[in-house]
């Protein structure tokens, strides 16, 4: 999203800040209300070269993490004034079977497949954690059970790694030559070098993550050719075509 909302930052905060401040101020007034969980992004920190504690300053680079910031930021004040029953939660970079296939993860096992090459934004010198598909419903239904209200909550791996380093597992799960698969592209406007949060928050309410990054990767690839004969068929938009 971080290209998009250079090109267009007035549809992210028309959807991230105006649109849903006006369902947050319709849900004051819902007394019935035990809990509103919003998901966030370690991307209102911006670029941190340390583990994130979750009361970390915001620092958003790009017109996308700064519509969350504000957002994050209403339900904070909201909390205060209101007593808004609301947890925010923080997740890094979601993945698995069913993802959207321009993620970086189902983008590389695709583009491999179809035995073509890859552009790496950067060189791919990024670092990011990342959070199992089943390690996130479970953080979810933890913050149901267990989430303190007015609390921020950080769900990640404990492990770090750069894109280069994702790509370079998925080229060993499927046999493929990393230096004939990738090429270097430009970096992104506004690309934050690196997310680490500290999920000690998460862990008091019993959450862990279980799937590690090789597991959850390998589980995408046979996911992907599972259905291959449908997903090959996209462009490069994903769009299907018959």
């Not at 290209?3 to 947050?24: C, D, R």
């Amino acid at each position: 999203m971080v290209v998009e909302s250079w090109e267009h930052p007035y549809n992210w905060f028309e959807t991230n800040l105006t649109q849903k401040s006006k369902l947050l101020k319709a849900l004051l007034e819902f007394r019935f209300l035990k809990k509103y969980i919003k998901i966030s992004t370690p991307e209102v920190y911006g670029s941190y070269s340390n583990k994130l504690k979750t009361n970390h300053s915001y620092n958003p680079s790009t017109p996308y993490a700064i519509s969350h910031s504000a957002i994050d930021m209403l339900l904070q004040a909201y909390f205060k004034e209101f007593n808004f029953p609301m947890v925010i939660a923080r997740f890094a970079n979601f993945y698995g079977p069913e993802q959207q296939l321009y993620r970086i993860v189902p983008k590389s096992i695709i583009t491999s497949l179809k035995s073509e090459k890859l552009g790496l934004h950067g060189g791919g010198i990024s670092k990011r954690s990342f959070i199992y598909k089943s390690d996130f419903v479970s953080a979810i239904e933890l913050l149901l059970e267990n989430g303190e209200l007015g609390k921020v909550y950080h769900f990640s791996d404990n492990s770090v790694f750069s894109i280069k380093e994702i790509v370079e597992i998925v080229c060993v799960l499927l046999n493929k030559n990393y230096d004939e698969f990738v090429f270097d592209s430009p970096e992104r406007p506004g690309k934050d070098f690196k997310y680490e949060m500290d999920i000690s928050e998460s862990a008091s309410i019993g959450w862990k993550p279980t799937t590690g990054i090789r597991e959850g990767i390998d589980n995408t690839i046979h996911w992907i050719t599972k259905y291959q004969d449908h997903i090959l068929k996209m462009d490069s938009a994903y769009r299907y075509k018959p």
